[in-house]
């Protein structure tokens, strides 16, 4: 029978811009595993905040709004906020925006 496309959506950290080193572990991690997925024939999207740069995947998109906190720069006891004009909620609703595409 015929099979469409396998595609991945990934999402960054949104803690700073892919390529710039901030999103640490996080960042090479995904850089590798969606490059071995292209390699393998699989169209990746990667979403992240703006000034992202990753070659090697078929497309990145790259949004705006305020950065994720570093969670290890805050003390223990700290709640997890998120910022009014957040990155991570741009990025989410772009997610529920083409999961059905």
């Not at 099979?3 to 811009?17: D, E, I, N, W």
């Not at 990145?60 to 910022?83: M, N, R």
């Not at 990155?87 to 999961?99: G, I």
């Amino acid at each position: 029978g015929r099979h469409s496309p396998k595609r991945v959506l990934f999402v960054s950290t949104t803690v700073g811009s892919i390529g710039t080193g901030t999103g640490g572990g996080v960042e090479l991690t995904l850089a590798n595993i969606a490059r071995e997925l292209m390699r393998r024939g699989i169209y990746v999207e990667v979403v992240a905040p703006s000034g992202s740069e990753l070659s090697g995947v078929s497309k990145i998109t790259c949004l705006g709004g305020e950065l994720q906190p570093y969670a290890q720069e805050l003390p223990f006891d700290s709640p997890v906020t998120i910022p009014a004009d957040s990155v991570v909620a741009r990025m989410w609703d772009y997610v529920r925006d083409v999961q059905d595409d």
